[in-house]
């Protein structure tokens, strides 16, 4: 297994963190904002938020497909609020939720993605290193074909 991010230093490309995650060689996992443009890398376009990016139309998004029962719970993402110095604890919790039915089912249709191909998970937060996505992106790296 390989974890890279876009370039060296900050991980940033135009103001843009990507975060990728290859499996294997050929199992590609990346992490981006829903804001960014689909770029010819992206495969499969999936938005990993429970609710819709305020501001950005079904169009412009450009997804594949909206997976929100894999997003954490309301209450879950409200006491996490992206406050960084919780990261650790919101991964704990959210890993536990995502073992309950309906988000256990939907990490599956996920996984089967990133099987088929190249899988980008989107999300609206600034800061896609300390989202959701980026819990599910390493989940996905560890789980077996």
């Known amino acids: ?12 490309r135009g103001g843009t963190t990507v975060r990728e995650v ?8 990346q992490v981006r904002r829903v804001y960014d443009q689909r770029r010819a890398d ?22 594949d497909r909206w997976c929100k029962h894999v997003a954490p719970s309301t ?7 992206h406050d960084a110095d919780r990261f650790e604890e919101f991964t704990r919790r959210y890993q536990a939720e995502l ?17 088929n191909g190249t899988l980008t998970l989107l999300t609206a937060t600034r800061e896609p290193e ?10 996905l790296r560890a789980s077996p074909r």
């Open 1 to 12: 297994m390989v974890e890279a991010s876009a370039n060296s230093g900050s991980g940033k």
């Open 42 to 63: 992206d495969g499969a376009r999936v938005l990993v938020d429970r609710l819709w990016p305020r501001g950005l139309t079904k169009a412009k998004a450009d997804l």
């Open 99 to 115: 073992a309950e039915p309906e988000p256990a089912d939907a990490l599956a249709r996920l996984t089967a993605l990133a099987s």
């Open 75 to 81: 209450a879950l993402r409200r006491w996490y609020g």
């Open 130 to 139: 300390t989202s959701e996505a980026a819990v599910l992106a390493d989940l």
């Open 22 to 29: 290859v499996l294997a060689g050929t199992l590609k996992v």
